[in-house]
């Protein structure tokens, strides 16, 4: 999409020429000429954060992998999505995210609705290489209708924008460093006793996983909307955004 | 000098175990014990979930027979919630229960023991199995798969997958029957019936050449537990606890399967990871009883299905009182198979079956759930605790393998003890001390809540813990 005002920049990506205005980032004009990448951070209508490191991308010239999401375009750039190096690295990455937390899908009751599972059977995914972790992660089932299981979190940090950028709440946050990191809620309140938490399950619906749920319900349910009707949530996200956009 | 026969692991059962038989000075069986060498802890891994999720994590204790384990554990759930479920659910529910215990007695039958029946306790270990059973009687072999493809068949339809489906929920069930997926169900039903009735006219007359067997195999007198339904016939879901003595009296009756824990109790020993549970009353090991079939079929007044009660009238002529032999679990279960197939079509044949309220839905309302049903091998207890969040604070599962535990300790024991006479042992001895085992069917990986490979080691251990002779089966 050109925005106004903006200038229009022309590369190619996998040997296809593209054109994008400068605001814009590597994924965005993915997207509009319908070539696939992966991600599990990114979501239209979100600000970006490059936390989950799925779109990495080669850029000629450059040794480094740079991800789609917060790279923006440039004049002449040449663009490689999909090189065996990018598949494996992808590859590799989906199981240390397997590796560090409990998310066994047979008993999740995400189990073929979510985006880190449906990407480890795109990708190829066929074992996890890493010793598994699985630290004790305690689940917060305290507020009444949904429940947080930080075992099956990949830190994404989608809930965490949805809810400042777009409900306004910003009820959580990550605490914590490296494996000891935490989606909070508050300053790590239980959920339940949250004063800012608007139980609007605006996070619900944008978590890739099975981190964040409908209390008392999993995938077999035909009542488990929120995350099966994500892709009707998502253009609400972005007229949301332009809304906030052009207030601010 | 003493010494010890160690069979190890298993063959042709459900999970990983041993044998340890132990001789005297002069060579004779002293003691035989029945070693379950896997650990699992669904019990205590379950802790701190949601409880709802239970019914799904703790069916993945097991591949044989996962729905029986959602059905107990959902209706656990049920109680958490303190709903009534309404009809259809539990009617479908009871349809999914009966295709599991079909397809599981077709398995234990067909695939792992009739090798023993029909091709001989002695036959080559080389065609001892379903391939020997295949050249021997393919009919039998094509009975035996159309009726397991049945049963998976009718799972799959409902829950969407044959192993592992998670279509049975607290509540009642996630989505209702099809007009069309009844029609697939009912179509089914007359092949599986010939298939069953055509094996028991051709196998009845086998089992006679095993009277040996009969004697042997576990005959000795015991309790019979399980569930009868309000007019004492066969039941799988619901009903009240039944235990009747080795001559056939009742000896508790209505037994509330919610207060189990009042009247059974579990025994831990060293030397196994399956514990020992038995009537609480009568101590221990005189309370110990048997489940599963051949209990089913000892405890009830009729089986309630016309062609069914026609084999229990059979069943019932094999011996005066309760039928102890637990060679006859055979004959048993290809009866409940019977069964399950004319109760299926009961109850696809009741219109309410294709009503769309097939689920409940509530709160917790109770901070503990007890769920009791007949699974394939005997009564499956599972009981959950949880905290005001609804997260599991405790789990204990009672398995139908475990209930028969001290009777398989008792059966090799008595097997052993006739067939096995020497420090010499022979394929055909450790075979029937095998097949004992296998009349049980035990599911070793839901009673100790394995994996694993099933190649068998025999030993013979004098009282120095030298190996004086070894056996190597894979």
Redesign the interface.
């Known amino acids: 999409m050109v925005t106004p005002g903006k200038k229009v920049k022309t590369f190619t990506i996998d040997g296809k020429d593209v054109s994008g205005t400068e605001d814009q980032t590597v994924i965005e004009v993915c997207r509009e000429n319908n070539i696939e990448i992966p991600t599990l951070c990114h979501l239209e209508g979100l600000s970006e954060v490059g936390a989950c490191r799925l779109c990495l991308i080669e850029i000629k010239g450059s040794n480094k992998l740079l991800p789609a999401c917060v790279t923006h375009v440039r004049e002449g750039l040449e663009v490689i999505t999909a090189s065996e190096r990018l598949k494996k690295y992808r590859v590799k990455l989906l199981e240390l995210f397997f590796s560090e937390r409990n998310h066994i899908c047979s008993v999740c009751v995400s189990n073929g609705i979510c985006e880190l599972q449906n990407l480890a059977q795109k990708l190829g995914m066929t074992h996890v290489h890493y010793p598994y972790l699985f630290p004790k992660v305690d689940v917060d089932a305290s507020h009444e209708r949904f429940v947080l299981d930080n075992n099956r979190c990949i830190l994404c940090t989608r809930c965490v924008r949805v809810c400042d950028e777009i409900e306004g709440a910003h009820t959580w946050d990550i605490m914590g460093r490296g494996i000891e990191s935490r989606t909070i809620t508050d300053l790590n309140k239980p959920w339940g006793e949250s004063d800012s938490c608007t139980s609007c399950g605006k996070c619900v619906a944008v978590c890739p996983t099975g981190a964040l749920v409908e209390k008392y319900k999993n995938a077999v349910d035909k009542s488990f909307k929120y995350k099966k009707d994500k892709l009707k949530f998502l253009p609400y996200l972005t007229t949301m955004r332009e809304v906030k956009n052009e207030q601010s | 000098m003493s010494r010890i026969i160690t069979i190890d692991p298993i063959t042709r059962i459900e999970g990983h175990s041993k044998i340890t038989i132990h001789l005297d000075d002069e060579g004779k069986v002293s003691d035989a014990r029945f070693h379950v060498t896997q650990f699992r802890g669904f019990e205590k891994f379950c802790e701190?979930?949601?409880f709802?999720?239970m019914p799904?994590?703790m069916a993945?204790t097991c591949g044989i027979c996962p729905v029986s384990h959602l059905v107990a554990g959902a209706k656990a759930c049920d109680e958490i919630l303190a709903v009534k479920v309404p009809e259809t659910a539990i009617m479908l529910r009871r349809i999914m229960n009966l295709s599991q215990i079909i397809q599981s007695h077709a398995l234990s039958f067909f695939y792992l023991s009739s090798p023993d029946i029909v091709l001989g306790m002695d036959s080559p270990v080389a065609d001892r199995n379903l391939m020997g059973i295949v050249k021997a009687n393919p009919e039998l072999a094509k009975n035996g798969i159309l009726l397991r493809k049945f049963g998976q068949k009718i799972i799959e339809l409902l829950g969407?997958k044959r192993i592992?489906p998670?279509?049975v929920?607290?509540g009642g069930v996630?989505?209702p029957l099809t007009p069309e997926q009844r029609q697939t169900m009912l179509d089914s039903i007359p092949e599986a019936l010939k298939a069953i009735q055509w094996t028991l006219d051709t196998v009845k007359p086998v089992f006679e050449n095993f009277r040996e067997e009969m004697r042997t195999f576990g005959n000795f007198p015991s309790l019979f537990m399980g569930l009868v339904n309000e007019n004492n016939e066969l039941e799988h879901y619901s009903g009240k606890l039944r235990i009747v003595d080795s001559v056939g009296n009742i000896i508790a009756d209505k037994l509330d399967p919610q207060k189990y824990y009042e009247y059974i109790e579990e025994r831990v020993e060293p030397w196994t990871f399956m514990k020992f549970p038995y009537y609480k009353p009568l101590g221990f090991p005189e309370g110990t009883y048997r489940v599963g079939p051949l209990a089913r079929m000892n405890i009830i007044d009729r089986c309630g299905t016309p062609l069914a009660d026609q084999e229990w009238a059979e069943f019932r002529d094999l011996e005066r009182g309760a039928v102890l032999s637990s060679f006859h679990y055979h004959f048993a279960r290809l009866i409940e198979i019977l069964y399950g197939i004319e109760k299926i079509q009961m109850l696809l044949d009741d219109e309410k079956i294709l009503s769309t309220h097939c689920r409940a839905?509530a709160?917790p309302n109770n901070f503990e759930g007890v769920g009791v049903s007949e699974a394939p091998r005997g009564t499956l207890m599972h009981h959950y605790k949880i905290n005001e969040?609804?997260?599991v604070t405790w789990a204990n599962m009672i398995i139908a393998t475990g209930h028969n535990n001290h009777a398989m300790n008792k059966g090799i024991l008595q097997a052993a003890k006739h067939f096995i006479k020497h420090d010499k042992m022979t394929d055909g001895m450790t075979n029937r001390v095998e097949a004992v085992i296998r009349c049980y069917d035990p599911c070793l990986s839901c009673s100790t809540h394995a994996v694993g490979k099933m190649p068998m080691r025999i030993q013979l251990v004098n009282s120095t813990g030298d190996i004086i002779d070894e056996l190597i089966k894979n």
């Open positions: 701190g979930r949601p709802y999720e799904s994590l993945r969407g592992h998670s279509w929920i607290a996630s989505a839905f709160e969040q609804g997260l």
